[in-house]
């Protein structure tokens, strides 16, 4: 009665599946992988005792492990495991190296259309799957040193040879220029795109929702002309364009202009980024000093007239920086400095646009001064890596 059902190791062969039980953990057994020093402790003890079983009893072990690495000591006189030559690639290194030139050629819609040429040139013994000729062709160029990349979006605007001879020519009369004694300006409009919402860079969500935000159809804006230096911003002077700004400015035809006229281009000149640049440069012991501004029809007109009426009244010289180069954003330190002032403004969700509007104007004020140094000393960077790369965009 007191006796346990539960067989014996001894009554294995009365017991099928107690047997099979056995043989599967001495299979299990015989698949631990061992560790260097282990297989080492295997040679020395069959060394001494050249048989298999005791060998693997001593050690704990299963026969058919010290077997496996007694022959392969025997074979290659190690018992560091021998890597295999692996499975054949399906794309070799030259058809690999071939699948890159063919997207890069821009021939060939899709990495499928790739893997076709690829067979029929017999690069490739069958048509491979795209995402094969996508990783290999990847791969390969990464280890021939010149990675490429799959982009998507919209394509930027193409300069042509002459924009970039312009280009160069700019950065090679300026590469050497002290960009202390600059003020880079601009002008800017911020539309108020999500009133109500705060949307930031960064939006963590679960997998299969999308980003979303109620926007206007015609956002109202606030357009805003400014300057950066070395030793600070300048004050946002608003100009037409903005939402619920009322202009005294008239256009050629003589109606209320829509936009920046010459005109007021001047004013924004005389009262906001003149006095503003001397006020700043005083600041570092500069009174001679060079204004920049972009190619604007109005700017050309009306910052000669300001620039002559400032310098007569002997309120420090100021100085027109050469014309700058057409499509070079990348080149004006500024554009950065607007992508961080919208980007806080969007985050902060403002419900109304005036709100916004005193919300973007904080912003401004409050640039880190830190933050305005570092663009202003990426100057000569911009400039040299635009040279080095013969007048094409760079990467800021």
């Known amino acids: 009665m007191g006796s346990s059902l539960r067989p014996r190791a001894g009554d294995a062969k009365c017991f099928p599946a107690l047997k099979l039980h056995h043989r599967l953990n001495a299979t299990v057994k015989s698949m631990v992988a061992l560790d260097p020093a282990t297989r080492q402790?295997?040679?020395?003890?069959?060394?001494?005792?050249?048989?298999?079983?005791?060998?693997?009893?001593?050690?704990?072990?299963d026969w058919r492990t010290v077997k496996r690495w007694v022959s392969r000591f025997e074979e290659t006189g190690t018992v560091m495991p021998v890597a295999g030559l692996g499975r054949k690639p399906k794309v070799s290194e030259a058809a690999a190296r071939k699948a890159g030139e063919l997207l890069l050629s821009s021939e060939f819609d899709n990495c499928h259309e790739v893997a076709k040429e690829l067979h029929n040139l017999g690069l490739t013994t069958s048509v491979v799957h795209a995402s094969t000729v996508s990783r290999r062709a990847k791969a390969q160029a990464c280890a021939?040193?010149?990675?490429?990349?799959?982009?998507?979006?919209?394509?930027?605007?193409?300069?042509?040879?002459?924009?970039?001879?312009?280009?160069r020519s700019f950065c090679e009369t300026n590469k050497t220029r002290s960009w202390a004694r600059v003020m880079i300006t601009d002008r800017k409009k911020f539309y108020f795109r999500y009133p109500g919402t705060s949307v930031k860079r960064v939006q963590w969500l679960r997998k299969g929702e999308q980003r979303v935000a109620f926007r206007p159809n015609s956002p109202q804006a606030v357009n805003l002309y400014a300057g950066i230096t070395k030793y600070g911003v300048t004050k946002a002077h608003l100009v037409t364009g903005t939402s619920k700004l009322r202009t005294s400015f008239r256009n050629k035809k003589g109606q209320d202009a829509r936009n920046i006229t010459s005109a007021e281009y001047e004013k924004v000149l005389a009262q906001t980024l003149l006095p503003e640049g001397k006020r700043l440069f005083a600041s570092a012991g500069v009174t001679s000093w060079v204004l920049q501004q972009?190619?604007?029809?109005?700017?050309?007109?009306?910052?000669?007239?300001a620039l002559q009426a400032w310098n007569s009244r002997k309120s420090g010289m100021v100085e027109l920086l050469p014309e700058w180069p057409p499509h070079s954003p990348d080149l004006s330190p500024i554009e950065n400095a607007w992508a961080y002032v919208q980007a806080k403004v969007d985050?902060?969700?403002?419900?109304?646009?005036?709100?916004?509007?005193?919300?973007?104007?904080?912003?401004?004020?409050?640039?880190?001064?830190?933050?305005?140094?570092?663009?202003?000393?990426?100057?000569?960077?911009?400039?040299?890596?635009?040279?080095?790369?013969?007048?094409?965009k760079t990467r800021y």
């Open 41 to 61: 402790a295997v040679l020395l003890e069959y060394q001494k005792t050249p048989n298999y079983e005791r060998v693997a009893r001593r050690l704990n072990v």
């Open 144 to 167: 021939d040193g010149t990675p490429i990349v799959a982009k998507t979006g919209k394509p930027g605007k193409a300069l042509t040879e002459a924009t970039m001879a312009k280009r």
């Open 294 to 305: 972009d190619n604007d029809p109005t700017h050309k007109r009306a910052a000669g007239k």
């Open 347 to 392: 985050a902060a969700g403002c419900k109304t646009f005036e709100e916004f509007q005193s919300r973007v104007l904080k912003e401004w004020r409050e640039l880190p001064i830190s933050y305005i140094k570092s663009l202003m000393n990426s100057l000569p960077a911009r400039l040299n890596a635009c040279l080095e790369l013969d007048g094409k």
